[in-house]
C-alpha cells in the first residue's frame, strides 16, 4: 500500500511539473506562429521570401545556415514562395505580380493562421495574380470607384483586421527559375489607391 501511494504522489509531482514547464512555454509558442515567423522576416506590407527549413546552406541562391528565412519547415522545395502580413485597418490592400508563370496558388489567412481564401491562376482572371483584400463595405466602395471595365483585380471580403498572404509558384524546370523569380519579386502588397480601386 505504501508503494501505491509513494507511485501515486510521484505521478502527481511529475504531473505538476510537467504542467508548470507547458504554462511557461506556452508564450514563446504562441510567439512561433506563422505571423511571428513572418514579422521577424519584414515588415508590415513587405514581401518576403520564404524558404524551406534546411539544416545546412547548399547551391548558389541558398541562404547562410541558420538565416531566418528557413524558419518555415513545410515549404515545398519545387516552389518559389512568399508571403507579406497586411492591415485593412486603412482601406483595402492591394496584392498584385508582373507576368505570368505556369503555375501559381495564393492563400489568404487571419493573423491566427485560419485560411479564409485560396485561390490559383486557374480561377484568376486571365491568369493574372490581382487580389483586392478587404471589408465588405470598402470592397463596395472599391468597386463604385472603379472605373475600368477590364481589369483584373478579385475581390476578397474577409472579416478580419489584420492578415497574411503566401503565394507559391511552381518551378516545373530549373531553366524556369529565372522567370518564376522576376515573378516573385514583381509581388506588392500594399493598401489600395482609392482613386485606383
Not at 541558420?66 to 502580413?85: I, N, Q
Amino acid at each position: 500500500m505504501l508503494r501505491l501511494a509513494l507511485a501515486v504522489l510521484m505521478g502527481l509531482v511529475g504531473a505538476a511539473i510537467v504542467h508548470i514547464a507547458v504554462i511557461f512555454t506556452m508564450p514563446q509558442v504562441a510567439e512561433n506562429d506563422a505571423w511571428g515567423r513572418l514579422q521577424r522576416l519584414g515588415s508590415m506590407f513587405e514581401v518576403v521570401r520564404i524558404d524551406a527549413l534546411r539544416s545546412r546552406a547548399n547551391g548558389p541562391v541558398a541562404q547562410a545556415e541558420g538565416s531566418a528565412l528557413h524558419d518555415f519547415a513545410f515549404v515545398d522545395p519545387a516552389f518559389v514562395t512568399v508571403g507579406c502580413r497586411f492591415s485593412v485597418a486603412e482601406g483595402p490592400v492591394r496584392l498584385t505580380a508582373d507576368g505570368a508563370v505556369d503555375f501559381w496558388s495564393a492563400s489568404v489567412y487571419s493573423r491566427r493562421g485560419d485560411n479564409v481564401y485560396s485561390i490559383n491562376d486557374r480561377s484568376a482572371v486571365a491568369g493574372q495574380f490581382d487580389l483586392l483584400v478587404g471589408t465588405p463595405e470598402q470592397l463596395v466602395d472599391a468597386q463604385a470607384a472603379s472605373t475600368d471595365p477590364g481589369e483584373t483585380v478579385i475581390p476578397v471580403e474577409v472579416d478580419i483586421d489584420e492578415g497574411y498572404l503566401t503565394l507559391r509558384a511552381l518551378v516545373d524546370e530549373e531553366s524556369e527559375r529565372p522567370s518564376v523569380d522576376a515573378f516573385m519579386r514583381s509581388v506588392t502588397c500594399a493598401t489600395a489607391d482609392p482613386a485606383a480601386g
